[in-house]
Every structure is written in structure tokens, then in C-alpha cells.
Nanobody
Framework: QVQLVESGGGLVQPGGSLRLSCAHS????????MGWFRQAPGKERQFVAA????????YYADSVKGRFSISRDSAKNTVYLQMNNLKPEDTAVYYC???????????????WGQGTQVTVSS
């Protein structure tokens, strides 16, 4: 059974940076497309970014292009989301996800982490 554990969330001022981590266990890491989603209070879950190692492509939501970067360390079975120039509208719970049938980064995903809170506020 695949397990995903996120970390790295917290409180940051507008314009600041955070790096989220997602540790993957219980499966063959290289087989999975890894994605990040977020959900703000009262809103639907939103796609943020994804990385497909098999085809070597990254995907980003328009709202985060140029500010966020997804990467993975295969030796550590970990995927990262580097978030720069954070804005208050980036405030949300961020979730890591893994899937083997994902199309264009959006889904479907088979496994989800528990989420980590990111709050951008002065």
C-alpha cells in the first residue's frame, strides 16, 4: 500500500518562500506520476503541479507558473514543491498525490497524503 506523507507547511509572509516535501513509501516510486493539489476553505480542491518521470514532463496550474517548481529525488523517494513569491491567495492545505494512470498531470490519482497547511499572511 502506497503511503504519502507531506511536510514543510507553515506560516510565511507575502513574497516569502516555502518548500513542501512528500515522502513516498510502499510502492515503486518511479512508476508514479506525482502531483500537488491544494484546497482553500470553502473551495474545491485545485491542481497545482505534477511531474511525470516516465515522459519527463512537468505540469503547472497557470496561477503558479513561474513561482512554483516541482521536483523529485528518486534516491529519497521524495517529491518537492518549491514555492516562491507566495501570495495570500496561495493559502490552503496542500496535498501530495500519486497515480499511474494520470493524464496531463490532472488525474486520476490513486493515493493521497494527509495534507500540510500553508498560510501566507503578514
Amino acid at each position: 500500500q502506497v503511503q504519502l506523507v507531506e511536510s514543510g507547511g507553515g506560516l510565511v509572509q507575502p513574497g516569502g518562500s516555502l518548500r513542501l516535501s512528500c515522502a513516498h513509501s510502499g510502492g515503486t516510486f518511479s512508476q508514479y506520476v506525482m502531483g500537488w493539489f491544494r484546497q482553500a476553505p470553502g473551495k474545491e480542491r485545485q491542481f497545482v503541479a505534477a511531474f511525470s518521470r516516465i515522459i519527463g514532463i512537468t505540469y503547472y496550474a497557470d496561477s503558479v507558473k513561474g513561482r512554483f517548481s516541482i521536483s523529485r529525488d528518486s534516491a529519497k523517494n521524495t517529491v518537492y514543491l518549491q514555492m516562491n513569491n507566495l501570495k495570500p491567495e496561495d493559502t490552503a492545505v496542500y496535498y501530495c498525490a500519486a497515480g499511474t494512470r494520470v493524464v496531463a498531470g490532472r488525474g486520476p490519482y490513486d493515493y493521497w497524503g494527509q495534507g500540510t497547511q500553508v498560510t501566507v499572511s503578514s
